[in-house]
Each structure stands twice: as structure tokens, then as C-alpha cells.
């Protein structure tokens, strides 16, 4: 029987939430998650459209490899061998395309180098060092304590490199070592993954991406969905709750403690209903981002601290188009277990400002993945199809200016974007391919803010640049009792990043610790 005070109130379903709640459960704990979506999984959620399963974001995932986050996280919960993970090419995982240029970046740094090299045999020797930097400071960063001190950092002289680049951009680190541009750009392409150029992104975050990836880039072999559905379905079957539609739009208090959540029934449209239900349990858990959470809550109640450290700014948000397509098989073209990140202007930064800031997409910079060719599991397609993804940079102000003052106009924007994109696959890649697209849906930011509940369509929560990584980032302590984040802004982005985010707050509080001590 379930208890009406469970020990935990969830605020959100997002990946973090989940594996939270999936730890807590299995621990005996009673867990009652609460969700405002039709679909479990926040970002990783899947959805149905003409008999494709398109993954509303995540691509491709990282620290899933033996002793690793992911492959820890699965061991803890019994899983590892019903949630498995399928390698992208370790000989070029990601495909990097500018004209002049092609690289593929490969999972061992000797023939990273050897790549770079012949690419730019006058800069071998910068490019050398460049490389081994990037390695060095992720063995850095891999040992850093969690949680880590001033103290931590200088003893003993174990984390210079920690030191040295602690409030440096990517941008930062490429000047110092004078490398030539186009190197940087095709280093640097796989900006999506963060939606942020190399000026503004945090070289810290970059590093534990790419290198993360070198060491192994995978995919579910099930795809995202089983993996939601398999922690949806332990959860419950150790007596814990998932509750979908209903949105939470008050916190319950007993004083200065927090208590429960108030929430609304909201229709599958996320139209409100004329019901309202409260929860009451023993700590609510927020995987609701945590300034629209402080917002309802009320500034005041959070110490200065907490306030200062909700001052984040939100990561830029993202166009994406979900194709599917049939009569070809993508591997003729040479795509396959790997992603292709394409770039029209040579200067990321400035490509990134163009289309950002301007909203011009005439030399676009963008992402393309193949979640078909990458398992073997067809079960997210009609027969004789295949999915294809593609993701850019969007602002969230314009598109929701088009949207509330002329949808004709918000459309036609994200047609445009579509063919400026399309334009360059047909000329580079896939000649005919829009011939062959047989479902097309686009999604702009305010899609990101109607399905995800994301604010201002933000894709990873706080932004990655250097102010927001590091000891100052916001984590599960809220300063008001009863009251624990756990959200990408409060702990760590992505697949990984949000399971390690999860699986830390369930350490914090059980002191059950089965994560590497060293950084997430």
C-alpha cells in the first residue's frame, strides 16, 4: 500500500529526477514522482509522430563505458544488462565538415594528432601540445573531490591546470596556443552539443565533453525510450509513483520547512483542468529548473548565497527538425555509427552570432545525426525508412515574438532555416535528399518551452560558459529545509551529467556512495 506522506515528493520526470527516484525506490524509500508532461523523461522523453519514435533532444551519450557513470548508475539498479549501449565508431565518431576541410575525430589522441598533423603540417607541434593539454586537464579534472575546496585544489600542486583555466573559455585556450583557425573550428564544431561558441563556452566543460566522447561515444541499443521506460517501470515496481499530468504550481510550507507541492491536472495540450491536488511528503526533490522553481517559491525565502547562485543565465536554445525519410539508405552516403557537424563560415563565433543574434541563417553551422543507423533496433520507424535529426542554434525572444504576433511568419522562419540547411546536405552530402523525406517536423525554441517546460527554451539549463563552471555552480542544497535540486542548472547537463546529478543527491542522502570520488 502506498503511503500518502511518501519520503519524497519529485518535482519532474527529467532524466536527473528519474534517477533519483529509481535509486530511492529500490532502496526501500517511498518515492512520488510528479510530472506535468504526458511523456516521463523531460528532454530525453520520447514522442510519436506517423509511426517514427523521435527522442525529443539527446543524440548521443558518454561515460556509459565499464566503471563508468552511466555503467555504474545501471549496475547499482540490477539494469546493466537489460539497458545496453552501442558504440559509435571509434575511428571517427563525429564528422567534421567545412569547405577545404575534413576531419573525423577518432577516440584515440595519437591519431587525433596524426589527423591534425597532416591537415596542418606547420602547426604540428602547437597542435601536439594542444591535444595533450586537452587530455591532461580531463585527468585533472577527473580527479577533482566531489564536493572540492580551495584547500583541495592547490595541495600538492595536483591540479595546475584545474588552476590555470578555472575562468577560461575555449576561445582563451585556443589563443594560447596560437592555433590556426581552421583547426579551431573543426575542434570546435561540435558547439551544438553545448549551443555556445567557443568565446563563450567554459574550456572546462568543453574538455570533459570531448574527451568524454574520445573515450567512448555510445547510443542506446534500444534507444532512449527503453531506457525512460525501464526507470519509469523500477520505480514502480518498488512501490514508488509516476504520476503525468499534473503541473505543480505552489510549494507547501510548515513554517520555514517545506512540506509538499501543490498541483494542477492539465490535459495532454497542457491546458488546465478545474482540479488541483496537493502532496504532502517527508522532502521534495526539484527537477523543476530552479529559478522558475525560486520564482513560485519566493526570492526571499533562499539565503543571499542562494540567490546569488540562481542568478545563472540559461543556456541558448535550439532549432531542431525530426525527418523521416525512404527509398535510400543513408550508408550509401557514407553516414553510419557516427554524427556529421557541418559549418558554411569558417569563424564559429562569428557563425554562431549570425545566426543566434541575427537570426541569418544563410551560412549555417549545424548538427545531423542517424539514430537509425546506430542500433540495430527498428522499432522507432516504419519499414524501409530511416530518422534523420538535424539541430542549430535559435533564439528563444525571436521565435516567441513570431509566435504570439504572426505564426504565418514563426513558420515560414523555421522553413527557411530547414532549406537553408537542406541547400548544403543536397549540395555536400545527399544529393535529392528533401526528394526523399516522407515526414517532416520542425521545433523551435518555444517547442522546448511547450513540451519541456524549459525557460526561454534554454537546452541545457544554465549555460556552460566559464562564470557558471565550477565551485560556485549551484548544486542540491537549497537553503530552505526540505527543499533538495536536482536539475541540469543544479548539478550537470546531459545523459550523463544529469544521472551523475541524480545519483549524487541519492549519496548525499544515504551516504550509500557508489559513483568515482573523483569529478562527475
Same mark, same amino acid.
Given at each position: 500500500? #502506498?503511503?500518502?506522506? +511518501?519520503?519524497?515528493?519529485?518535482?519532474?520526470? @527529467?532524466?536527473? =529526477? &528519474?534517477?533519483?527516484?529509481? $535509486?530511492? /525506490?529500490?532502496?526501500?524509500?517511498?518515492?512520488?514522482?510528479?510530472?506535468?508532461?504526458?511523456?516521463?523523461?523531460?528532454?530525453?522523453?520520447?514522442?510519436?509522430?506517423?509511426?517514427?519514435?523521435?527522442?525529443?533532444?539527446?543524440?548521443?551519450?558518454?561515460?556509459?563505458?565499464?566503471?563508468?557513470?552511466?555503467?555504474?548508475?545501471?549496475?547499482?539498479?540490477?539494469?546493466?544488462?537489460?539497458?545496453?549501449?552501442?558504440?559509435?565508431?571509434?575511428?571517427?565518431?563525429? #564528422?567534421?565538415?567545412? +569547405?577545404?576541410?575534413?576531419?573525423?575525430?577518432? @577516440?584515440?589522441? =595519437? &591519431?587525433?594528432?596524426?589527423? $591534425?598533423? /597532416?591537415?596542418?603540417?606547420?602547426?604540428?607541434?602547437?597542435?601536439?601540445?594542444?591535444?595533450?593539454?586537452?587530455?591532461?586537464?580531463?585527468?585533472?579534472?577527473?580527479?577533482?573531490?566531489?564536493?572540492?575546496?580551495?584547500?583541495?585544489?592547490?595541495?600538492?600542486?595536483?591540479?595546475?591546470?584545474?588552476?590555470?583555466?578555472?575562468?577560461?573559455?575555449?576561445?582563451?585556450?585556443?589563443?594560447?596556443?596560437?592555433?590556426?583557425?581552421?583547426?579551431?573550428?573543426?575542434?570546435?564544431?561540435?558547439? +551544438?552539443?553545448?549551443?555556445?561558441?567557443?568565446?563563450?563556452?567554459?574550456?572546462?566543460?568543453?574538455?570533459? $565533453?570531448?574527451?568524454?566522447?574520445?573515450?567512448?561515444?555510445?547510443?542506446?541499443?534500444?534507444?532512449?525510450?527503453?531506457?525512460?521506460?525501464?526507470?519509469?517501470?523500477?520505480?514502480?515496481?518498488?512501490?514508488?509513483?509516476?504520476?503525468?499530468?499534473?503541473?505543480?504550481?505552489?510549494?507547501?510550507?510548515?513554517?520555514?520547512?517545506?512540506?509538499?507541492?501543490?498541483?494542477?491536472?492539465?490535459?495532454?495540450?497542457?491546458?488546465?483542468?478545474?482540479?488541483?491536488?496537493?502532496?504532502?511528503?517527508?522532502?521534495?526533490?526539484?527537477?523543476?529548473?530552479?529559478?522558475?522553481?525560486?520564482?513560485?517559491?519566493?526570492?526571499?525565502?533562499?539565503?543571499?548565497?542562494?540567490?546569488?547562485?540562481?542568478?545563472?543565465?540559461?543556456?541558448?536554445?535550439?532549432?531542431?527538425?525530426?525527418?523521416?525519410?525512404?527509398?535510400?539508405?543513408?550508408?550509401?552516403?557514407?553516414?553510419?555509427?557516427?554524427?556529421?557537424?557541418?559549418?558554411?563560415?569558417?569563424?564559429?563565433?562569428?557563425?554562431?552570432?549570425?545566426?543566434?543574434?541575427?537570426?541569418?541563417?544563410?551560412?549555417?553551422?549545424?548538427?545531423?545525426?542517424?539514430?537509425?543507423?546506430?542500433?540495430?533496433?527498428?522499432?522507432?520507424?516504419?519499414?524501409?525508412?530511416?530518422?534523420?535529426?538535424?539541430?542549430?542554434?535559435?533564439?528563444?525572444?525571436?521565435?516567441?515574438?513570431?509566435?504570439?504576433?504572426?505564426?504565418?511568419?514563426?513558420?515560414?522562419?523555421?522553413?527557411?532555416?530547414?532549406?537553408?540547411?537542406?541547400?548544403?546536405?543536397?549540395?555536400?552530402?545527399?544529393?535529392?535528399?528533401?526528394?526523399?523525406?516522407?515526414?517532416?517536423?520542425?521545433?523551435?525554441?518555444?517547442?522546448?518551452?511547450?513540451?519541456?517546460?524549459?525557460?526561454?527554451?534554454?537546452?541545457?539549463?544554465?549555460?556552460?560558459?566559464?562564470?557558471?563552471?565550477?565551485?560556485?555552480?549551484?548544486?542540491?542544497?537549497?537553503?530552505?529545509?526540505?527543499?533538495?535540486?536536482?536539475?541540469?542548472?543544479?548539478?550537470?547537463?546531459?545523459?550523463?551529467?544529469?544521472?551523475?546529478?541524480?545519483?549524487?543527491?541519492?549519496?548525499?542522502?544515504?551516504?550509500?556512495?557508489?559513483?568515482?570520488?573523483?569529478?562527475?
Amino acid at each position: 500500500m #502506498r503511503p500518502d506522506r +511518501p519520503d519524497f515528493i519529485v518535482v519532474g520526470s @527529467g532524466l536527473a =529526477a &528519474l534517477s533519483f527516484a529509481a $535509486l530511492m /525506490a529500490r532502496r526501500g524509500r517511498a518515492v512520488r514522482v510528479i510530472e506535468a508532461h504526458e511523456h516521463a523523461g523531460g528532454f530525453a522523453h520520447t514522442f510519436e509522430a506517423a509511426g517514427f519514435r523521435f527522442n525529443a533532444q539527446l543524440h548521443y551519450v558518454w561515460n556509459c563505458g565499464e566503471g563508468q557513470t552511466v555503467n555504474r548508475f545501471l549496475s547499482k539498479l540490477g539494469l546493466v544488462d537489460d539497458v545496453r549501449f552501442v558504440r559509435y565508431d571509434p575511428l571517427g565518431f563525429d #564528422r567534421m565538415r567545412m +569547405p577545404g576541410y575534413a576531419l573525423d575525430i577518432p @577516440g584515440d589522441p =595519437a &591519431l587525433l594528432k596524426s589527423r $591534425l598533423a /597532416a591537415l596542418f603540417p606547420g602547426e604540428r607541434a602547437r597542435l601536439e601540445a594542444f591535444v595533450d593539454e586537452v587530455f591532461a586537464t580531463a585527468d585533472e579534472l577527473d580527479r577533482v573531490p566531489t564536493p572540492v575546496t580551495p584547500r583541495d585544489l592547490l595541495r600538492a600542486g595536483r591540479f595546475r591546470r584545474v588552476i590555470r583555466y578555472r575562468g577560461a573559455s575555449l576561445q582563451d585556450v585556443f589563443d594560447r596556443f596560437d592555433l590556426p583557425l581552421p583547426a579551431q573550428t573543426l575542434l570546435a564544431l561540435q558547439w +551544438p552539443d553545448f549551443l555556445l561558441p567557443p568565446a563563450r563556452l567554459s574550456f572546462f566543460a568543453w574538455v570533459m $565533453l570531448f574527451v568524454g566522447y574520445c573515450r567512448g561515444a555510445y547510443y542506446p541499443e534500444r534507444h532512449f525510450e527503453h531506457v525512460i521506460d525501464t526507470l519509469v517501470a523500477t520505480i514502480k515496481q518498488a512501490g514508488g509513483e509516476v504520476i503525468l499530468g499534473q503541473r505543480v504550481i505552489d510549494f507547501l510550507f510548515a513554517g520555514d520547512r517545506m512540506v509538499g507541492v501543490r498541483a494542477e491536472v492539465v490535459d495532454k495540450r497542457g491546458i488546465a483542468e478545474d482540479l488541483r491536488v496537493d502532496h504532502f511528503g517527508g522532502a521534495v526533490v526539484c527537477n523543476m529548473d530552479p529559478r522558475a522553481a525560486a520564482a513560485i517559491i519566493g526570492p526571499e525565502r533562499f539565503s543571499a548565497k542562494l540567490r546569488r547562485r540562481l542568478d545563472y543565465t540559461y543556456s541558448p536554445s535550439n532549432f531542431v527538425a525530426y525527418l523521416g525519410v525512404e527509398g535510400i539508405d543513408l550508408r550509401d552516403y557514407g553516414f553510419g555509427r557516427s554524427n556529421l557537424f557541418h559549418t558554411e563560415e569558417p569563424d564559429l563565433n562569428r557563425a554562431f552570432m549570425q545566426m543566434e543574434r541575427f537570426g541569418d541563417y544563410r551560412r549555417p553551422s549545424f548538427a545531423l545525426t542517424t539514430p537509425s543507423l546506430l542500433t540495430d533496433d527498428a522499432s522507432d520507424r516504419p519499414p524501409g525508412t530511416q530518422i534523420v535529426e538535424l539541430l542549430t542554434v535559435a533564439d528563444f525572444a525571436r521565435f516567441a515574438h513570431l509566435r504570439s504576433a504572426n505564426i504565418k511568419a514563426y513558420n515560414a522562419k523555421k522553413r527557411e532555416i530547414f532549406a537553408s540547411i537542406l541547400r548544403i546536405i543536397e549540395r555536400d552530402y545527399v544529393p535529392g535528399f528533401g526528394d526523399r523525406i516522407c515526414f517532416k517536423m520542425l521545433g523551435s525554441p518555444t517547442t522546448n518551452l511547450r513540451y519541456c517546460l524549459a525557460p526561454e527554451g534554454n537546452s541545457y539549463g544554465s549555460d556552460m560558459s566559464p562564470a557558471s563552471v565550477g565551485p560556485g555552480r549551484l548544486d542540491h542544497r537549497s537553503s530552505i529545509p526540505g527543499l533538495y535540486f536536482c536539475n541540469a542548472s543544479a548539478g550537470y547537463a546531459g545523459f550523463a551529467g544529469t544521472v551523475w546529478t541524480g545519483s549524487r543527491l541519492y549519496e548525499e542522502l544515504t551516504g550509500d556512495r557508489f559513483l568515482d570520488h573523483g569529478h562527475g
